[in-house]
């Protein structure tokens, strides 16, 4: 019963969720949206069918499920949530601070920002370590070594941190606003997206810097693809693609790529093909081979998929066969994209 | 920057600042519940005393956040960021929101935030900044000798104000008001004074007055440049000019960019009307400290004349200065000299 969309690409399914959606995210057979005003849906992947339902007043920010699909969490403007698959419990702690970001270090283990601090829980909602409180608000988390390390991002710094200690293990510092970070999955480098609208790049070896400026906005999005030589962000109406493979970006220009007027959200296909895919405040979903031609290159999308106006509010891949998008007016749909090689 | 038009959608967004007992709660409380018919969303920096149950109330702890753009007063809030972009991502609609700022905030990062943060540009105009002063206090406030780069915060809230509500005129005499008054003027030239007790002000006068919107704010009050003769020993003053002709573009780009590169921490807020040499319309700009922005408004009518008034609201101002590079940027005053 699928609708085609393309000679190649078809439609999963395609459901609407009573919320403005703002986050998604897909592991495994399992897919979560959760929206403006807290409705999280828990979904099949390959069917849409819903597995299991929470609410997190206040409204979400960003909900992640586990590497193996077995635990949800959810945080949001007044606190965060966490399911569990095996029997749909439910913990919702409305803590009233600002919880912007969760990470999974591994099946069983999940950081929360919560206000200035990151706190680090077992699947079950009990409290494993915290950090110290840091400059602002936490913006962003990232796991490192294998999940011993958490770097959180915050005003003035990205902080490294481990359990034994209250205090960060390492600090890479830059006066700004950080809004997102980004981890190469090789752990050579750690990434910010800035309100000043620049990258900031540290070389963990070392801490040497890099401050990619001059983008038109705030990079607010950032991301690694799988092998960890690619960083996609936003920032400009194009999509900038850097090279980090060898030594890294220094002295390099990006790709681009041209479609949307503004960026809502990006994702990359898992795997090593530099497959990417992007959405639009115009509603737009545009599917690209991001890490093609040479740098500086201007490139057009592979695909462009139509949103209906709505603004796309999320994307995320279910495997390599399958991307979600999810708009603002409420419409989740799975697209399927059977070949492994091309879009 | 996004042009603001007939037609502009972006939700006004009003910043009401003043001491901790000028009455900011209780004027909150009567936008929050009485029957204006607009749905508005409140954001409190302020423990929140506030809590109606149709109304939607977001409490915030402030954060400042330096831009690291080499611009020393460019600073922004980053607690009205993210909450701002959270609450335009509902999907319910707001009329109106309102920021509710602490009794000591620094207004300035409060408006930075709405020229600096594009996102935040295209779904938001800031509508006015609202500052209630306590008439029986104020004066003890405005007197207060602060230790050297220090602030005085009631003086620059009154400097960022664009309209101040004079509250508790009920609880001194007529002289005390007029001396207050004085005091507001002396600082903040073109700012409206409206009195209330009780803080009982038309909410017409206060939410969606398009303050920001300059060509209103001559309109109402078109005599405020001549109103600079009552100067006290304050060093933040305003300064008004108003100039007949037309200006050269390229000589007021470089006199203005030069001026808020070099004064833009002293002064707090600018605001003009100008006529541009060859341009059909009037030139409108509005800057807070270093960060300005212009754009073209309506057209100059055939029978008026061109005139360009402009306002400087600011610490250490120098008149003379002012004037006479202001009048250089004139395209008849390379001709004339």
């Known amino acids: ?193 800035n309100q000043d609208a620049s990258i900031h790049i540290w070389r963990t070896r070392d801490g040497s810097e890099l401050t990619m400026s001059g983008y038109p906005e705030k990079v607010s999005r950032l991301a690694f693809d799988d092998t960890g030589f690619w960083l996609a962000a936003d920032g400009a109406p194009d999509v900038t693609v850097w090279d980090f493979s060898g030594k890294g970006p220094a002295g390099t220009a990006p790709r681009q790529l041209r479609c949307h007027e503004t960026i809502t959200a990006l994702t990359w296909r898992p795997g090593p093909a530099g497959h990417l895919a992007s959405g639009g405040h115009d509603g737009t979903v545009a599917l690209w081979c991001a890490t093609a031609g040479r740098p500086r290159t201007r490139l057009s999308p592979v695909r462009e998929l139509d949103g209906h106006g709505s603004a796309v509010a999320a994307l995320s891949w279910a495997g390599p066969h399958l991307l979600i998008a999810a708009w603002r007016d409420g419409r989740i749909r799975a697209y399927g994209v059977p070949s492994r090689t091309a879009l | 920057m996004t042009t603001p038009d007939a037609r502009d959608e972006r939700v006004p967004v009003t910043v009401l600042t003043g001491f901790l007992g000028s009455g900011k709660t209780t004027l909150l409380n009567r936008v929050l519940t009485e029957n204006h018919g607009m749905r508005i969303a409140v954001i409190e920096n302020e423990f929140g005393e506030v809590g109606i149950d149709d109304a939607l109330v977001l409490d915030a702890e402030e954060e400042i956040f330096e831009m690291n753009n080499g611009c020393i007063c460019c600073t922004v809030r980053g607690d009205l960021i993210r909450i701002l972009g959270a609450l335009m991502r509902r999907r319910e609609q707001f009329d109106h929101i309102l920021i509710e700022t602490t009794g000591l905030a620094d207004p300035a990062p409060v408006a930075q935030t709405f020229f600096m943060d594009d996102e935040i540009a295209s779904q938001l105009r ?81 939410l969606d007055v398009g303050a920001f919107d300059l060509d209103r704010v001559l309109r109402e009050d078109p005599s405020f440049l001549t109103e600079t003769e009552h100067q006290h020993d304050t060093t933040v003053t305003s300064v008004g000019i108003d100039v007949d002709g037309e200006l050269d573009e390229d000589r007021l780009n470089a006199w203005l960019g030069n001026l808020l590169r070099t004064k833009g921490v002293d002064i707090f807020r600018s605001k003009g009307i100008l006529a541009i040499a060859g341009a059909p319309e009037q030139y409108v700009f509005q800057g807070v400290h270093m960060l300005l922005v212009g754009e073209f408004g309506r057209a100059w009518r055939e029978s008026e004349p061109r005139r360009n008034r402009l306002v400087f609201i600011g610490r250490n101002l120098d008149r003379d200065e002012l004037e006479r590079g202001f009048t250089g940027c004139l395209a008849t005053a390379g001709a004339a000299a």
Request: glycine content about 8%; aromatic content about 4%.
């Open chain 2, 126 to 206: 800031l509508d006015a900044i609202i500052t209630l002063v306590d008439a029986a206090h104020v004066l003890q406030h405005l007197d207060e000798v602060k230790p050297e780069g220090v602030e005085n915060e009631a003086v620059e809230q009154i400097a960022f104000a664009d309209r101040v509500v004079l509250n508790k005129t009920d609880l001194v005499d007529e002289e005390t008001v007029a001396e207050v008054e004085t005091r507001i003027r002396a600082i903040n030239a073109p700012v409206q004074i409206l009195r209330a007790q009780h803080a009982q002000v038309d909410l017409r006068k206060v």
């Open chain 1, 1 to 193: 019963m699928s609708l085609t969309v393309d000679s190649d690409l078809t439609v999963a399914w395609d459901i609407t969720i009573d919320d403005a959606p703002v986050t998604l995210t897909a592991r495994d057979d399992l897919v979560a949206v959760a929206g403006a005003e807290g409705t999280v849906k828990v979904l099949d992947a390959a069917m849409g069918a819903e597995m299991g339902a929470l609410d997190l007043p206040g409204g979400a920010l960003r909900t992640e499920l586990a590497p193996d699909a077995g635990n949800l969490a959810v945080s949001g403007a007044m606190g965060y949530a966490l399911w569990r698959r095996k029997d749909g419990h439910t913990t919702v702690r409305e803590s009233g601070a600002w919880s912007a970001a969760a990470a999974w270090a591994d099946h069983e283990r999940v950081a929360v920002a919560s206000g200035r601090r990151a706190l680090v829980l077992d699947s079950g909602g009990t409290e494993l370590w915290r950090t110290e409180p840091a400059a602002s608000t936490v913006t962003d988390l990232a796991w490192m070594r294998q999940g011993r390390r958490l770097a959180v991002a915050a005003y003035g710094a990205v902080r490294c941190h481990e359990r034994h200690t209250h205090k960060p293990v390492a600090t890479y510092p830059y006066v700004g606003s950080h809004l997102a970070l980004a981890v190469a999955p090789t752990g050579k480098w750690i990434c910010s997206g």
